[in-house]
């Protein structure tokens, strides 16, 4: 059997506005000043809670500002959000070829829900591995360990490749001895691809390196 494990942000889905959105709205009602935009077009990824943290607030301030963004997200700034051109057909083309498609997600599992199946990745996804939004599995090498465990698979009896665009998908991976495919349409920076086995800079390229790994295994 051969998997592939998908990030969701920044891989299928451009949802940078809307996580953009619920971010500063989160720091207005903190009364938290804003950082450079350099800063907030890198949020998307990791936890909110985690992004929070990193500004310097406290585990207190951030869960606060967390459920103020989870409340943003519910009320519409899930929705605003696009898949990114080109990739429903590669994920539909993989699942016509036989492979086994998963997510494997930071994003909360009910967002990550309501989104794919918009924009009509649902149907061709065999699991949804998401983060909860409100629980323990909230970072990138629980939500892996949680869609590995829930499936009985493993990097030792399985084909596995990761694909996704942040360093946060590649620690994750790697944390499970799988490697990963960084995306360079998303949020990550060269600095990040460059710790992943291989760089796809189009849709194309995905394809290419996916048919190249398969074809390597037989």
């Known amino acids: 059997m051969s998997i592939l494990l998908l990030d969701v942000d920044g891989t299928l889905?451009?949802?940078?506005?809307?996580?953009?959105?619920?971010?500063?709205?989160?720091?207005?009602?903190?009364?938290?000043?804003?950082?450079?935009?350099?800063?907030?077009?890198?949020?998307?990824?990791?936890?909110?809670?985690?992004?929070?943290?990193?500004?310097?607030m406290t585990p207190e301030q951030a869960y606060e500002g967390l459920q103020i963004y989870l409340e943003y997200t519910r009320r519409g700034g899930w929705?605003?959000?696009?898949?990114?051109?080109?990739?429903?057909d590669v994920v539909r083309g993989?699942?016509?070829?036989g492979l086994t498609v998963a997510t494997a997600t930071s994003k909360g599992e009910g967002f990550a829900r309501l989104i794919l199946e918009r924009e009509g990745f649902l149907e061709h996804i065999d699991f949804l591995g998401a983060a909860q939004e409100d629980g323990p599995r909230r970072g990138k090498s629980a939500?892996?360990?949680?869609?590995?465990?829930?499936?009985?698979?493993s990097a030792a009896t399985h084909d596995i490749l990761m694909v996704g665009d942040r360093s946060h998908d590649i620690e994750g991976a790697a944390a499970h001895g799988i490697d990963t495919?960084?995306?360079?349409?998303?949020?990550?920076t060269p600095e990040e691809w460059a710790t992943a086995a291989r760089t796809a800079h189009t849709p194309q390229d995905l394809e290419g390196i996916v048919h190249d790994w398969l074809a390597a295994r037989g």
């Open 13 to 56: 889905i451009d949802s940078l506005p809307g996580i953009q959105g619920g971010f500063l709205h989160t720091l207005d009602q903190l009364g938290w000043p804003h950082p450079p935009q350099e800063f907030t077009d890198h949020i998307a990824g990791p936890p909110m809670e985690v992004t929070l943290r990193s500004l310097g």
């Open 79 to 88: 929705g605003n959000a696009t898949s990114f051109p080109g990739m429903l």
């Open 94 to 97: 993989w699942k016509q070829q």
């Open 143 to 153: 939500v892996i360990d949680y869609v590995l465990s829930t499936n009985g698979w």
């Open 181 to 188: 495919v960084a995306v360079s349409w998303g949020y990550g």
